[in-house]
């Protein structure tokens, strides 16, 4: 299974709602990501977690809180989102960080922010 | 420091003709040089990678790249192009230092017309 699944497919969320972004591997491996990407443009880094332990935090806003739950789930807490927070939220995961391994991507969240 | 560029926003090309998707990178140690591809409305997928050894490297879909570091570029080419290669590619490089963290370029968008 090389699958990373996201759920949901589409989300839309007004400025004061809670919502989550689920992500999910079961290819054993042990580093994840999540990237925000507007539209043509390249993906933006905002989190990894090596191990389920956060290891890089790209100076993303507090209203965006990761979760790794387990090796094989990853969670994106969004909170007081602004309408430029509107966009496709990508979960990826490689097989560790320590190596150049390439990323699995899922199809992405696509969040609309009103 | 690591950045990536891809000097064309799109390519347009006839199918069954060969097509080249430009890359150049700088970065102050060696780099890993990465092809992800992406079809509307999905995540990126992998193409191909540059660790070290032979400068050609293969990949998927009859896709190849070939790494020159006197000209710090990695361009991607595939001899003969199908309409279903239309999509956006992205050129990424991270350093064996920089775990977990890739940099990507802007992005081409490569149309193959019939």
């Known amino acids: 299974d090389t699958e990373v699944t996201q759920t949901p497919k589409h989300l839309v969320m007004g400025m004061t709602n809670k919502k989550s972004l689920k992500c999910e591997q079961h290819?054993?491996?042990?580093?994840m990501y999540w990237y925000k990407q507007k539209a043509k443009k390249p993906p933006e880094l905002m989190f990894v977690?090596?191990?389920?332990?956060?290891?890089i935090n790209e100076s993303v806003p507090s209203r965006f809180s990761p979760e790794c739950p387990n090796s094989s789930l990853l969670n994106l807490h969004l909170h007081a989102l602004q309408p430029e927070d509107s966009a496709l939220y990508l979960c990826?995961?490689?097989?560790?960080?320590?190596?150049?391994?390439?990323?699995?991507f899922g199809p992405g969240t696509r969040l609309t922010v009103t | 420091a690591q950045s990536v560029a891809q000097p064309e926003d799109q390519v347009n090309v006839a199918e069954g003709n060969p097509l080249t998707v430009k890359c150049t990178y700088s970065?102050?140690?060696?780099?890993?040089l990465f092809w992800y591809v992406q079809y509307p409305n999905r995540g990126l997928q992998f193409l191909l990678k540059?660790?070290?050894?032979?400068?050609l490297v293969k990949g998927s879909y009859g896709f190849e790249a070939e790494f020159n570091k006197s000209q710090t570029s990695f361009h991607l080419k595939k001899p003969s192009a199908l309409v279903s290669d239309s999509a956006l590619y992205f050129c990424?490089?991270?350093?064996?230092?920089?775990?977990?963290?890739?940099?990507f370029g802007d992005g081409t968008t490569l149309t193959v017309k019939p």
């Open positions: 990826a995961s490689s097989q560790d960080t320590a190596e150049p391994y390439e990323q699995y």
């Open positions: 977690y090596s191990y389920e332990k956060l290891s």
């Open positions: 540059y660790i070290t050894g032979d400068n």
């Open positions: 990424a490089v991270r350093l064996n230092t920089n775990a977990g963290k890739s940099t």
């Open positions: 970065v102050s140690g060696n780099p890993y």
């Open positions: 290819m054993g491996h042990r580093a």
